[in-house]
């Protein structure tokens, strides 16, 4: 499978607890997004990495949120001290940017993480 | 207020054409997507425009802008049972930072 993964499909945890996500990305591609989307809503902008760096955080993005791409590869989304608001789905993507060409750097998502905070 | 929008429910007969509109705001708005979510599975680029073009068409889809009214639609020719699903309309500035209606969800009926 060469698409984008991610790791877990589904989480429950308790108001209080920290969760960690993992995301996969299509091997070759250089940039990772983090999108929350709620119930009946469209996905957020979240974060996202080029190659490492983080480049933009959206102001959803609170202080107990943190997001890494160590490797370049790879990407976690930790929530600190969940709330029950943080129950949503979050969405991993990612696409080549390839400068200079004009050309749209299309974003493969994967299937989402789904988080219950009881 | 939302920066996209659209309607949330359209219900079509097999073969019938679908049209899924959404409007927008932001006149700096460079790129136009629609993408397609099945359950269970991600988000699925079907078609994208740049603000420059009125019409892409692409087989069975046919995506027309409208950039003074900042209306988009997307029409659906022959429309399946398989084409049921949510369709969300998106927009960018840059490529980075897209942003989302709520989704459309289409049901076809046999």
């Known amino acids: 499978d060469t698409g984008v993964s991610q790791d877990p499909r589904h989480k429950i945890t308790k108001r209080g607890q920290n969760v960690t996500f993992r995301c996969d990305p299509i091997?070759?591609?250089?940039?990772l997004y983090w999108y929350r989307q709620t119930l009946g809503q469209g996905p957020e902008f979240l974060t996202y990495?080029?190659?490492?760096?983080?480049?933009?955080k959206s102001r959803l993005l609170s202080d107990r949120f943190s997001a890494e791409r160590p490797k370049g590869s790879f990407s976690t989304l930790e929530i600190q001290r969940t709330e029950q608001g943080d129950s949503a789905m979050y969405l991993c993507?990612?696409?080549?940017?390839?400068?200079?060409?004009?050309?749209?750097?299309?974003?493969?998502f994967g299937p989402g993480t789904r988080l219950t905070v009881l | 207020g939302e920066d996209v929008e659209q309607s949330l429910f359209l219900s079509v007969r097999e073969g019938d054409s679908s049209v899924i509109n959404c409007t927008y705001t932001?006149?700096?708005?460079?790129?136009l997507y629609w993408y397609k979510q099945e359950p269970g599975a991600g988000l699925q680029l079907l078609t994208y425009?740049?603000?420059?073009?009125d019409m892409k068409q692409d087989q069975r889809l046919t995506v027309l802008l409208n950039k003074k009214d900042k209306h988009l639609s997307l029409r659906i020719a022959d429309t399946q049972t398989g084409d049921s699903a949510i369709y969300f309309c998106?927009?960018?500035?840059?490529?980075?930072?897209?942003?989302f209606g709520a989704g459309t969800r289409l049901t076809v009926k046999p």
């Open positions: 993507a990612s696409s080549l940017e390839v400068s200079g060409t004009g050309l749209i750097n299309e974003q493969f």
């Open positions: 091997s070759e591609h250089n940039r």
């Open positions: 990495f080029q190659n490492e760096a983080q480049l933009e």
């Open positions: 932001d006149s700096s708005s460079t790129y």
């Open positions: 425009i740049f603000s420059n073009m």
């Open positions: 998106a927009e960018s500035i840059v490529i980075k930072d897209m942003r």
